[in-house]
């Protein structure tokens, strides 16, 4: 039986955290710091719980450089439950701008109604999950207020891979939002940086949100130019089941508040569930309903980590992330004839590594056996793409991105070519 030294795990969510990490929740599971009590088993309400929250808070904030106007929700319901927040919390910003402009008269009603036609979320889709997160925002308000701004498929032969030169992208203007997933974990497709088109010119201010579930705590993120971020905390944070929204503290009460659950009604606008209230999370330090206070445990934990790791923050662990992925790179590029890359250079992803083997499936699967019999665990591609994905988390060391490297070249040699 393997121990978990033996496993190096290039899985793409959950992914493997750091073994200190995981035997201390361990610990933690069965009796928090001498309470006699778990850390599941505490009230999320308990003094323990609350400074549970603050501090992991704190250690994002310093460890990600979040600035004092932008808030920390700790959510449920995943990066899919993040794809419908998204639009019921920006629509409904959108909708209080316009409440605000057109005033609260006789006529504001069929005035709003009106204005519903300029109604726009606009989408960049580069992968499988940006391409979820506009469906769903044409599911809950109709597809009249979608606006696709570009969509990598349509330059690339139907295939994601790449990322639409920004000069054709068509964004709207005065959008509730423009969207975007800042790492497609399935395609194996990264921003390179923030989009030169989404930047404030000072006339316009795009409020941009993106998902930034598989590559957050990798490279450092401008937080300065976003109105909201979100990230799953089961790639490079932590266990499943907490979500994080970092949200400019504009979009919040007292700023902004959400309109009421009559007038949306009226405007035949649907109407979020508390739950996905990024109000409701703010006025409730995350507390509004039960929060697993052991996911933000082992997420602080993780922060705690990186924080001692790295003095100089994400930006240690970005070369890190940097060097891991030019070593799995580098070996599939020594070996061309073997391995075909699957997205373009210019967009490929530092987290996940999506590639091809010579002689298809049956060479694959054959990758896939030696490479666990090696430890190398967890490389099966997306069932809708197939293929190999290395996932190269956090918790991927420098050693382990060798030891797939090599595993790369000698399975390449044997295959005759190099
Ligand atoms: C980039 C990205 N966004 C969203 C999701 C969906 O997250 P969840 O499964 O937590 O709903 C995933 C899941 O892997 C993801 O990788």
Known sequence: MPSRADITYFGAGPSALPTEVIEDAAQALINYNDTGLGIAEHSHRSDIAKNIINKTKADLASYLDIPDDYEILFMSGGGSGEFAAVAYNFVGAWVARKQAEIGSGDNAVPQLQSALKDLKMDYIITGGWSQKAAAEAERLFGAEHVNVVADSRK????KFGVIPDESTWNLS??????????????DGVELPGFPKALESTGVNEPIVVADMSSNILSRKVPIKKFSAIFFGAQKNLGLTGITVVVIKKSFLPPVTSQPSATLMRQLGLPIPPRIFEYETAAKNNSLYNTLSIFDVYVAGQVLNRLLQQYPNKVEGQQAVSEEKAQIIYGALEACPNIYKIIPDKTARSRMNICFRIEGGDAVEAAFLKEGTALGLTGLKGHRSLGGIRASNYNAISIGGAKKL?????????KQGQS
């Open 173 to 186: 203007q005065g959008a509730a939002f423009v969207y975007y997933c800042d790492n497609e974990t399935v």
């Open 405 to 413: 490297a090599d595993f790369i070249g000698a399975f390449a040699k």
């Open 155 to 158: 330059v690339n032969n139907g």
